[in-house]
T-cell receptor
Framework: AQTVTQSQPEMSVQEAETVTLSCTYD???????LFWYKQPPSRQMILVIR??????QNATENRFSVNFQKAAKSFSLKISDSQLGDAAMYFC???????????????FGKGTLLTVNP | GAGVSQSPRYKVTKRGQDVALRCDPI?????LYWYRQALGQGPEFLTY????????KSGLPNDRFSAERPEGSISTLTIQRTEQRDSAMYRC?????????????FGPGTRLTVT
């Protein structure tokens, strides 16, 4: 079974600075998908960024980028120019590859609570 | 268009009562997932549907939990004889297609408290 580990229960960053959230995962599959979700105080779940394991290029979405290290099974999220609205719980998630009757469920880590200080 | 909706948003029930949680996915979305999120944890998979067919229910904790999606749209998660340990946020998500790398869109959740 796949597992996702977020080793940082809490992180803090100054507004306009950069912060990196860590995520490692364990899988025997060679192809899969990785995601970062944001859960603000409203408790919505919002997709931040997605990475396909077969792609060597790291995904980027505006101020959000990932450092995907497949061999190390590491998938960290970098937030540049942090804003007050970035304050939230961030969850890393894993999804199995397509086909073969896969269950497309997401397996989540326990989350990292990010505080942004003005 | 409207996102995933869930009702009720909050439910307080006494131990031993049955509860039904509703999920209305985004129109046209084929796949529907149920997750449970305990306080301070990430969501955990319960079950999922493609159209009206329940494809996997391996995450349901025990036989007090059941789910249905009879017409391939709205889904209901039912918990019978609720216990205090069932207290959690129950989240529904829908996805446009089966498989592929389509995003799962989450609803706002139902906060269940069993007293």
């Amino acid at each position: 079974a796949q597992t996702v580990t977020q080793s940082q229960p809490e992180m803090s960053v100054q507004e306009a600075e950069t912060v990196t959230l860590s995520c490692t995962y364990d899988t025997s599959e060679s192809d899969y998908y990785l995601f970062w979700y944001k859960q603000p105080p409203s408790r919505q779940m919002i997709l931040v960024i997605r990475q396909e394991a077969y792609k060597q290029q790291n995904a980027t979405e505006n101020r959000f980028s990932v450092n995907f290290q497949k061999a190390a099974k590491s998938f960290s999220l970098k937030i540049s120019d942090s804003q007050l609205g970035d304050a939230a719980m961030y969850f890393c998630a894993y999804r199995s590859p397509d086909g073969g009757g896969s269950n497309y469920k997401l397996t989540f880590g326990k989350g990292t609570l990010l505080t942004v200080n003005p | 268009g409207a996102g995933v909706s869930q009702s009720p948003r909050y439910k307080v029930t006494k131990r031993g009562q049955d509860v039904a949680l509703r999920c209305d996915p985004i129109s046209g979305h084929v796949s529907l997932y149920w997750y449970r999120q305990a306080l301070g944890q990430g969501p955990e998979f319960l079950t999922y549907f493609n159209y009206e067919a329940q494809q996997d229910k391996s995450g349901l904790p025990n036989d007090r939990f059941s789910a249905e999606r009879p017409e391939g749209s709205i889904s209901t998660l039912t918990i019978q004889r609720t216990e205090q340990r069932d207290s959690a946020m129950y989240r529904c998500a829908s996805s446009l297609e089966i498989g592929q790398a389509y995003e799962q869109y989450f609803g706002p959740g139902t906060r269940l408290t069993v007293t």
